[in-house]
């Protein structure tokens, strides 16, 4: 779809929630598809995105179906990656993973985020998560937006905590 394409090369990349993997091909495969670029290219983004998550590079040749949650969330996230995204959407990355698990996830996409500029649009319904990371907040119930503010104001307000946060 040429208006998919564009997007990719206006630099926004997502992530969704379920099936955000093709299970029949490779790792390395899966990779190649966020990719519009050069071999070599291809060559340095792949070695970026396996020195953020390793697991994918030691078993490039792994048909992606045969990971767990954990590693499909991680081999979906480093797809978008390959394409040098300025915007990356993100659609609830921590749905059924192991804790130890999102906080790689989310460990990684920080380290991301401060260290290349990367910008996160990152829809979670797990609070601390979301909250631990983000700059700035926005939180909804029932559909309408109940606080705008940054992340630490969020986190500090006891009133919003006990009412829709859990916490």
Known sequence: DVYKRQLVEKGVAFVPQTNNVFPSLTIEENLEMGVFQTPKRFKERFDFVTDLFPTLGTRRKQRAGSLSGGERQMLAISRALVSRPKLLLLDEPSLGLAPLVVEQIIDSI??????????????EQNANTALGVADHGVLLALGKVVADRPAAELRADANLRAAYLGY
């Open 110 to 123: 920080n380290i991301l985020c401060r260290t290349t500029g990367l910008t996160v649009l990152l829809v």
